[in-house]
């Protein structure tokens, strides 16, 4: 008897992959299968073990093919970006381009000796012994991205956990996958096979991925896929490091250079189209030069071009603000402008989305207050509040009133008191008479506080985030016993009792004592036998 199946239909959801300038279908994804996904892990884990055995400079050569491939091909790689993210093309080669050249030039200078066996000290209690760290890898790890930077924020956590010796799968945003791209330049480039591989897909691509136990994941995106990447991820106990949103403040006191603070708000606020975890949201002024720098902003920001015009067509590098890149964040920043028109702010310049396009137009609002979403939720777009404090300390209670804490900025022309501000502000990097600066130094950690995450990435920690950090301690080989082994004697408690009176008692000769006091014990240790 023949058998007949039903024809199998296959009902995944396609993922569109759009241009958000043009709207134009560039391709379309579905959710990766699991048997994809076991593959993937079983490729990563026979790498991770190719990976573990290279020495940490031969692992740099293979970062500086890559190097050399995106420096030769950089303008068809920013083609790419710019298709899929609709930013400009200035945008693409400083935020997402340069920041990886220079994280490899940075790692090819520095990863070696960051990677080496550390000495640390041993306390004289434990005479005679070595103490060592070592930075071991973990295995093959997981990189989850967001739409934002999609170049800049896969490769540069991926580098670091390359080079501390892992395996590396990276699950890009269903907005941005950039398909094909990281493939074309792994080959491309001859960085040796399967030491970093791609799974393009969505959330739940995201969540199959975490089932397949990564040895440690590094999530960048919301707050709320935040949570449940940490929440599914505790289930295995996997290590998590957790790069999420921001509402970074901009504190600007009466000594600042006015015009400096003015151009750096205008870039802070709308490089990118505003999305940046790190962009300027909420500009402090002091009430002194308020007037001053609302009427300056907004003279500047209409000089911008923007990416509703020709300016987009023909961007050789000269325009300004590129678009939105996702529909569903156009429709939050139109909510938050709306719900701040609606409870009494001013719209000082902008305020629109042009049509139904993704740009929406460089926008400053005045006459905020904490009802606002403007004021309390991450905007992700070209949109500045800007307010006015009087003191120092008012500055600071404004600039902290957030569930975020991310970065930030502060204004003055007394470096002292910059820097004094800097360490009241509860965020994870502060640039001072910069805005979004911290993150153009590979040497510097990466992170945030509060809201924004925790774990560090970039500089020493972006390789020791994705190390075991395994302490040894080396004795000799000769004694056949320890002093603090059996047997235990009253005499010896006395004894160890006495030596830590002299050793954290202090007092003068507090270490000769407890030296003489551990002659003693020595002595008793070698009468003493098990
Ligand atoms: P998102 O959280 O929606 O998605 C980020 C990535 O996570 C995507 O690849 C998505 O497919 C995946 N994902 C979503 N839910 C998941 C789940 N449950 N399990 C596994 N994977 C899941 O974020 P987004 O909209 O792509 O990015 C914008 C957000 O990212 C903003 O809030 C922004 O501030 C933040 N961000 C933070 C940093 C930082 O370093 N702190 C940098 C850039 C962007």
């Not at 093959?140 to 490769?155: E, Q, T």
């Not at 926008?363 to 500045?384: A, C, H, Q, W, Y």
Request: net charge neutral; with cysteine.
């Amino acid at each position: 008897m023949s058998v007949v199946t039903e024809p199998v239909i296959d009902l995944s959801p396609a993922i569109a992959v759009r241009n958000p300038r043009t709207g134009e279908l560039l391709y379309t994804l579905d959710e990766a299968s699991s048997a994809d996904i076991e593959r993937t892990y079983a490729t990563a884990r026979a790498a991770f073990r190719a990976v573990r055995a290279m020495s940490v400079r031969e692992r740099i050569a293979e970062t500086q093919k890559l190097q050399r491939y995106i420096l030769a091909n950089k303008e068809a790689i920013i083609s790419r970006i710019v298709a899929e993210t609709g930013k400009s093309r200035m945008d693409a080669l400083l935020s997402e381009i340069f920041t990886v050249l220079e994280t490899i030039a940075f790692y090819s200078k520095n990863a070696e000796k960051m990677l080496a066996d550390e000495s640390v000290k041993t306390p004289v209690l434990l005479m005679g012994k070595q103490s060592r760290i070592f930075y071991e890898p973990m295995g093959a790890v997981l990189v989850i991205v967001p739409w934002n930077y999609p170049f800049n924020l896969m490769l540069n956590p991926v580098l670091g956990a390359f080079l501390a010796g892992n395996s590396v799968i990276i699950k890009p945003s269903e907005y941005t996958p950039l398909r094909g791209l990281v493939e074309d330049i792994l080959d491309g480039s001859g960085f040796m096979k399967d030491a970093i591989q791609i799974v393009y897909g969505g959330k739940t691509t995201g969540q199959q991925l975490i089932d397949g136990r990564p040895a440690k994941i590094l999530f960048t995106g919301s707050v709320r896929a935040g949570h449940k990447v940490m929440e599914q991820a505790s289930k295995y106990l996997i290590p998590v490091e957790l790069e999420l949103g921001g509402k970074d403040a901009m504190l600007v006191f009466e000594d600042a250079n006015l015009d400096r603070a003015v151009n750096g708000a205008i870039w802070g606020g709308m490089s990118n189209s505003g999305q940046t975890c790190t962009a300027v949201e909420r500009v402090l002024v002091h009430e002194s030069v308020y007037d001053t720098f609302v009427s300056s902003i907004k003279e500047k920001i209409e000089k911008l071009s923007n990416a509703s015009g020709d300016a987009a067509k023909n961007d050789c590098g000269n325009l300004d603000v590129g678009c939105m890149t996702a529909d569903f964040q156009v429709a939050i920043v139109q909510d938050q402008v709306a719900d701040a028109m609606a409870k009494g702010a001013t719209i000082v310049t902008g305020g629109k989305r042009i049509g139904d396009s993704h740009v929406f137009q460089p926008t400053v609002v005045t006459n905020v207050s904490d009802s606002m979403k403007i004021v309390r939720e991450e905007t992700f777009g070209p949109v500045l509040t800007i307010q006015k404090f009087k003191t120092e300390d008012e500055a600071v209670r404004m600039a902290n009133d957030s569930p975020y804490g991310l970065s930030g900025s502060v204004w003055s022309g007394d470096l002292a008191r910059a820097e004094r501000v800097a360490r009241r502000i509860e965020t994870g990097s502060v640039s001072i008479n910069n805005v979004i600066a911290t993150l153009a130094n590979p040497a510097l950690p990466f992170g945030g506080v509060k809201d924004s995450g925790f774990g560090r990435y970039k500089g020493a920690h972006g390789l020791h985030a994705f190390s075991n950090i395994k302490s040894i301690m080396i004795d000799k080989p000769g004694a056949p016993n320890e002093l603090n082994w059996y047997p235990y004697t009253k005499e010896k408690y006395g004894l160890f009792s006495k030596m830590m009176d002299a050793a954290y008692g202090g007092g003068f000769f507090a270490t000769l004592k407890a030296m003489l006091t551990g002659i003693k014990l020595q002595r008793l240790g070698k009468k003493q036998k098990l």
